[in-house]
Nanobody, 115 residues
Framework: QVQLVESGGGLVQPGGSLRLSCAAS????????IGWYRQAPGVLRELVAH???????NYAESVKGRFTISRDNAKNTVYLQMNSLKPEDTAVYYC?????????WGQGAQVTVSS
């Protein structure tokens, strides 16, 4: 099994920045990729960014050029740097791990962009 713990959410003004962290533990070697999803009320859940163990990265069109996903293998941690935040980025952000035999979710981190 894999455990995921997010941190770094909060309240930020439009145009500001936040960095989310996702610390993974457990069966790290079974992970094929780490992703960040977000869910806002009344909006379809969206895959925001994804990074594979091979280093391939994908972003949703809505965040390209503003968000950056990265990883620190020594810390088993994946980051989501979010810049130029907009009110429509407000959502609960979930870290996910796609593994050989299962898919795991973190508990979620609230990000609120508001003046």
């Amino acid at each position: 099994q894999v455990q995921l713990v997010e941190s770094g959410g909060g309240l930020v003004q439009p145009g500001g920045s936040l960095r989310l962290s996702c610390a993974a533990s457990g069966s790290i070697s079974s992970i094929n990729g780490i992703g960040w999803y977000r869910q806002a009320p009344g909006v379809l859940r969206e895959l925001v960014a994804h990074i594979t163990t091979g280093g391939s990265i994908n972003y949703a069109e809505s965040v390209k050029g503003r968000f950056t996903i990265s990883r620190d293998n020594a810390k088993n941690t994946v980051y989501l740097q979010m810049n130029s935040l907009k009110p429509e980025d407000t959502a609960v952000y979930y870290c996910t791990a796609d593994c050989r035999d299962d898919f795991y979710w973190g508990q979620g981190a609230q990000v609120t962009v508001s003046s």
